[in-house]
């Protein structure tokens, strides 16, 4: 089991950028297989990114697709998303998420049910 915490979210207005951080602590970070995923009021949470477990392999959602970068540095036990061209839509709490012992298949990792273990989340208020 890893412990998750995010961090960097905030206000910001259409168009601005925002990088958000997860940290992990007490298991292995390396060995995890990690996600980003969001939830606006009213809908169900959402896959955006997700990493292999040395960062070799990225996936997005098609609404984020080259305008957020998922990276990882797992020396700092840290995940990142770095959100640029932000739009309203992208309003929402945003979740770290880690799995112990999934495979890097779509179906897998853009599942939030394969997920053990998530972060607090975060919220991203994009303004108009």
């Known amino acids: 089991q890893v412990q998750l915490v995010e961090s960097g979210g905030g206000l910001v207005q259409a168009g601005g950028s925002l990088r958000l951080s997860c940290v992990g602590s007490?298991?292995?970070?390396?060995?995890?297989?990690m996600g980003w995923f969001r939830q606006a009021p009213g809908k169900e949470r959402e896959f955006v990114a997700a990493i292999s477990w040395k960062g070799s392999a990225t996936d997005y959602s098609d609404s984020v697709k080259g305008r957020f970068t998922i990276s990882r540095d797992n020396a700092k036990d840290t995940m990142y998303l770095r959100m640029n061209s932000l739009k309203p839509e992208d309003t929402a709490v945003y979740y770290c998420a880690a799995d112990g012992d999934g495979a890097f298949r779509p179906q897998v990792f853009r599942n939030p049910g394969s997920y053990e273990d998530w972060g607090q989340g975060t919220q991203v208020t994009v303004s108009s």
């Open positions: 007490g298991s292995v970070f390396s060995d995890y297989l």
